[in-house]
Structure formats: structure tokens, C-alpha cells
């Protein structure tokens, strides 16, 4: 039987959430705890952060307090686990990223000159490229850095997103049916797309997650020409 802690509440609530974790992972801890590793939780972060979108959606303060409470669980469980790798801890992850808002943020931190939206987009991925230059994690084309695991939809958005930001799609890459829609009639269209493929026994996800990979092949074809 483990020792019954009391929770200080005069200290900072981050700091007992970070050592009740540490418990939960020691010796006489939970079984179920320290049976994880990063890989077998993976996911529970995306559940996490679909349930807070939820709650944001339905506008629901008590939700979205648990939710993000959820969420935050899920970093410092994957702190705890890289702190007993010796990699890094929730002290080195807060830091790194307090570091990078800093760093990338130059037109508040300093005296950078950044006056709207798109200056902001542009001078943060030019500070992105830089941190990453002579790095394992270099980016050698402006399409780099969007997660693969992105449901189909939202990564052929970003892909899309970062292609007419960069001048690599200044006109539509796909004709489509329709010249002109509302967003009503586009949704309906998406819907009835959905549906029309679900009747033939195909997978509308995976249909356009492999659109979206040949679109990006010709995208980066076409990027390499332009920097010859």
C-alpha cells in the first residue's frame, strides 16, 4: 500500500499534478500507469483534444475546463515518461516552447516590424527555416512539416494552405464540377460526396488522403523546377 498524499494547494497545481504522475509511475504506483509507454498512449492525446473541441463547439465552460484538464495530463504523462529516459522533463518542454513563442514572435519581443497577418505568417516561417537550418530536422521544401496523421480533409487543407502562400498553386490545381458554391451548397456537395462513396463500398478518407499525396508529389516536382 502506497503512502496517502496530501495536496498543498498553496503550491502551484502543475506541480502536483507532475509529482501525483510521478506516483502513478513509481514502484508501488498504478499498475495500469507504468505498464505505458509514449506509443501505447499515443492516441489519447487525439481523443483528448477531439472531446475539447467539442466542448469549445457546444460552448460549454464546465467541459472545456475538464477537457483541457485532459489534455494537459496527457503532456505531462509523456514528460514523466521521457524524464525516466533521461531525454527531458515538463520544466525543459514549458521552457523550450516559452523560448520558441519568444524567438518567433520578434515584432512583440523585440524590434521586428510585423504590421499584419501575413507579415506575421511569413516572418514566423522564415524564423522556423532558419532554427531548422544544419539540423536533423532541416526542411527542404515549404511543404514539409504537416503531420501525416492529419485526417485527410484538415492535411489537404494545410497542404493547400502552405502551396498558395509559397506562389506553388496560384490557380486551382483541380477543376471542379461546379464553377461556383455557397457555403451551404458546399457543404451538402461534401456530404453528398461522403455518402455517394460510402454506397460504393469505398473509403471516402482514404480516397482523398491518396488525392492529396498525389497532389503534393506534382507540387514538389514543380517547387524543384522553380529553385533550378
Not at 93 to 103: E, G, M, S, V
Not at 144 to 157: K, M, S, T, V, Y
Not at 212 to 220: F, I
Request: glycine share 4%; charged share 35%; net charge positive.
Amino acid at each position: 500500500m502506497g503512502t496517502k498524499r496530501k495536496i498543498n494547494k498553496k503550491k502551484p497545481a502543475i506541480n502536483d499534478l507532475i509529482e501525483v504522475m510521478a506516483q502513478l509511475r513509481a514502484p508501488n504506483g498504478c499498475p495500469w500507469d507504468r505498464e505505458q509507454d509514449h506509443k501505447s498512449i499515443r492516441f489519447h492525446a487525439v481523443e483528448e483534444v477531439y472531446e475539447l473541441i467539442d466542448a469549445i463547439e457546444m460552448e460549454d465552460d464546465h467541459e472545456m475546463l475538464e477537457e483541457c484538464g485532459d489534455l494537459l495530463l496527457q503532456v505531462v504523462f509523456h514528460c514523466q515518461l521521457a524524464e525516466e529516459r533521461k531525454a527531458f522533463d515538463f520544466e525543459k518542454a514549458a521552457r523550450t516552447i516559452t523560448d520558441k513563442l519568444i524567438r518567433r514572435h520578434p515584432h512583440v519581443f523585440s524590434n521586428s516590424d510585423a504590421d499584419n497577418v501575413d507579415a506575421v505568417w511569413a516572418q514566423w516561417e522564415k524564423i522556423k527555416r532558419e532554427e531548422k537550418e544544419g539540423t536533423q530536422h532541416e526542411r527542404s521544401s515549404v511543404l514539409d512539416g504537416i503531420p501525416r496523421h492529419l485526417p485527410a480533409l484538415q492535411r489537404a487543407e494545410k497542404l493547400l494552405k502552405k502551396a498558395r502562400k509559397s506562389g506553388l498553386a496560384d490557380k486551382p490545381l483541380v477543376k471542379t464540377t461546379k464553377q461556383r458554391y455557397t457555403k451551404q451548397s458546399l457543404s451538402k456537395e461534401l456530404f453528398a460526396l461522403a455518402e455517394y462513396a460510402q454506397n460504393k463500398g469505398w473509403q471516402p478518407e482514404a480516397l482523398l488522403r491518396a488525392e492529396t499525396k498525389k497532389q503534393e508529389k506534382e507540387l514538389r516536382k514543380k517547387e524543384s523546377r522553380l529553385a533550378k
